[in-house]
């Protein structure tokens, strides 16, 4: 990881995250979080003002110091116990079995292997536990999925590794989980915002382990 990714990266993702625009997005995602939850992709912490007071524990998994320092007053202020529990989604220091909940918010865009991830998910997850989700991706008009396959390559070098084609739904089917609530839609953006702009949130439950083919989910 070069110096741009290190340190601008995670400025940037946090102006990024932390926008207005996003609030209603995070309310959607935090509704219904209760008791023990880990966060994959915790950030700088811009879910912490939107959770529940049924959350208990926030147990943040953040591959960024950066980012895990910018977090400092945002996780003073939540009303959760806040603990860094470790760096990387797909294998993480928690019990299986073990949370009651899983909050993962723009960060399936990004990692390396979002199935092992997702993988990872649902060993924490108890068994009536449950998958929030949050995520920009693949849009559903062929001219916006356009601009989306001529930016993907900029996106990713410049901006960690960021995807813009990636089908979050798909994503968590293929990984085994059925969206209980779901909901999509653009963000108010102008028409050259689109490509960055079409969110998907969802709550999902673990069912029968999926057949996941990595290479669809590059």
């Known amino acids: 990881m070069g110096w741009w990714d290190r340190h601008v990266v995670p400025r940037i993702v946090d102006r990024a995250c932390g926008d207005a625009q996003l609030d209603d997005v995070r309310v959607r995602v935090a509704r219904g979080l209760r008791g023990r939850v880990l966060e994959i992709g915790f950030g700088s ?46 294998g993480v220091d928690v019990g299986t079995g073990s949370v009651d909940a899983v909050l993962v918010a723009f960060t399936l865009c990004t990692v390396e292997d979002p199935a092992a ?41 410049s901006f960690g590794g960021c995807h813009l084609t990636r089908d979050p739904v798909e994503i968590l089917e293929r990984a085994g989980f059925a969206t209980n609530r779901l909901d999509q839609g653009y963000l108010p953006v102008p028409p050259m915002g689109r490509p960055w702009a079409f969110v998907t949130t969802a709550v999902a439950t673990a069912t029968t382990v999926g057949d996941v083919d990595d290479e669809e989910m590059t």
């Open 45 to 90: 912490g811009t879910s912490c003002r939107f959770l529940p007071p049924a959350v208990d524990e926030l147990l943040a998994v953040e591959p960024s110091d950066v980012a895990w320092e910018l977090s400092a007053g945002r996780r003073g202020d939540c009303s959760a116990a806040v603990r860094r529990v470790g760096i990387d989604g797909s």
């Open 117 to 157: 991830v997702l993988a990872e998910a649902r060993r924490v997850l108890r068994p009536d536990g449950a998958l929030h989700l949050a995520e920009h991706g693949l849009a559903p008009d062929a001219g916006v999925v356009r601009w989306q396959r001529r930016l993907d390559g900029v996106q990713q070098r």
